[in-house]
């Protein structure tokens, strides 16, 4: 569980940044996507850490991640009337 506290690194960082919860109110989860993708397309060609925040390239993929799912579970309750 050791590098779960660097998500949670990133996910205090966003929240200070921007406001608590902020990514919540993004229109358009194409943004989550393509940040995902740059994330890993930067750790698989060799850089290991983000430039800003200093964490892992990987730490800020599993936040895109999980915000992706939570977008998906939030359009999949709404389908079915919850």
């Known amino acids: 569980f050791e590098e779960l506290k660097d998500v949670v690194k990133v996910l205090m960082l966003g929240a200070k940044k921007y406001s608590p919860d902020n990514w919540k109110k993004c229109d358009d989860v194409k943004r989550y996507k393509d940040a995902l993708m740059r994330h890993v397309i930067s750790y698989v060609s ?30 999949e309750n709404k389908e079915n009337g919850f």
Request: with cysteine; hydrophobic share 35%; charged share 25%.
């Open 46 to 75: 060799g850089d290991e850490q983000d430039e800003e925040s200093g964490l892992s390239h990987l730490a800020h993929a599993i936040c895109n991640c999980l915000f992706l799912m939570w977008f998906d579970n939030q359009k």
